[in-house]
């Protein structure tokens, strides 16, 4: 079924869920320069929770949220950080249905994965070349773990992407520095 109704613009943020903000926190710092927007919900206020927060937001019974924050990393959609308390399972994987990973645009890939490990994430290979399309001239691609095991995708696509004879749209890239 097709509507006149306005298509989305673009991704305006990501939600991730962590044991621990202020842990967090000091990964997204350190480790990908974020910086805070605001706290959508701190220690001073009520935690969200109770049937009608778990009905609006899909969250199984019981559960409450307690701290909200939402970061910027260079200029990309925001960051949205959560730390809820509830039944709870292991962060997904790569073969996992649902989100899986989120990647990040890096001008130094070596420097950013070094700072990324020193936050504390854990890298599963070293920096190794791109798919097909991303695989341009100093291309390179590496998965780091975070702390509470969510994936992160560092990448470096300097020579851009090239795109098949059919391409509908060009990916986003970062604004060329100045």
Avoid at 105 to 117: A, F, K, M, P, T
Avoid at 146 to 168: K, N, R, V
Wanted: with cysteine; hydrophobic share 35%.
């Amino acid at each position: 079924m097709t509507t006149n109704s306005p298509l989305p613009r673009g991704i305006q943020h990501i939600g991730v869920t962590v044991p621990d903000l202020e842990a967090a926190t000091r990964f997204f710092v350190v480790g990908l320069g974020a910086k805070v927007a605001y706290d959508g919900l701190s220690p001073d206020d009520e935690p969200r929770q109770g049937a009608e927060v778990e009905r609006q937001l899909g969250l199984p019974r019981g559960a409450a949220i307690h701290r909200q924050r939402m970061f910027v990393i260079g200029e990309g959609p925001g960051l949205e950080v959560f730390e809820i308390s509830g039944e709870q399972r292991p962060a997904a994987g790569l073969a996992d249905f649902g989100l899986n990973h989120i990647s990040f645009y890096c001008d130094d890939i070596e420097g950013s994965l070094r700072r990324l490990v020193d936050a504390g994430g854990e890298a599963l290979s070293e920096v190794h070349g791109n798919s097909r399309y991303e695989d341009s001239e100093g291309n390179g691609s590496v998965y780091v773990k975070a702390p509470w095991g969510m994936l992160i995708e560092l990448q470096t696509i300097p020579g851009g992407h090239y795109y098949p004879d059919d391409s509908e749209a060009e990916v986003w890239m970062p604004k060329p520095r100045d």
